[in-house]
Nanobody
Framework: QVQLVESGGGLVQPGGSLRLSCAAS????????MGWYRQAPGKERELVAS???????NYEDSVKGRFTISRDNAKNTEYLQMNNLKPEDTAVYYC??????????????WGQGTQVTVSS
């Protein structure tokens, strides 16, 4: 069984920073693509950032220059460093990853979500 566990959300003032973490555990053979999504109230879930197994990154336009995605393959963990946060960044943030399990099964897994609220 494979699971993703997120941490690091919370309440922050505009201009502040937060770092989200997402740790994968279980019967993991390899982790391919990893990403962060967010969903604000009344809106669809959107991709915020992604990183490949070769560390190639991609960002949604509104977070470029403010957010940084990274991964630690030894810890099966990905991170999202969020700087200069704005009220419009308020959302539930979800991590996901395309994981090959030791059973041979490859599928996408999702974290449970963590709330990020940017407000004064």
């Amino acid at each position: 069984q494979v699971q993703l566990v997120e941490s690091g959300g919370g309440l922050v003032q505009p201009g502040g920073s937060l770092r989200l973490s997402c740790a994968a555990s279980g019967s993991i053979f390899s982790i391919n693509y990893m990403g962060w999504y967010r969903q604000a109230p009344g809106k669809e879930r959107e991709l915020v950032a992604s990183i490949t197994s070769s560390n190639r990154t991609n960002y949604e336009d509104s977070v470029k220059g403010r957010f940084t995605i990274s991964r630690d393959n030894a810890k099966n963990t990905e991170y999202l460093q969020m700087n200069n946060l704005k009220p419009e960044d308020t959302a539930v943030y979800y991590c996901n990853a395309l994981i090959s399990a030791t059973s041979g099964l490859m599928r996408t897994y999702w974290g449970q979500g963590t709330q990020v609220t940017v407000s004064s």
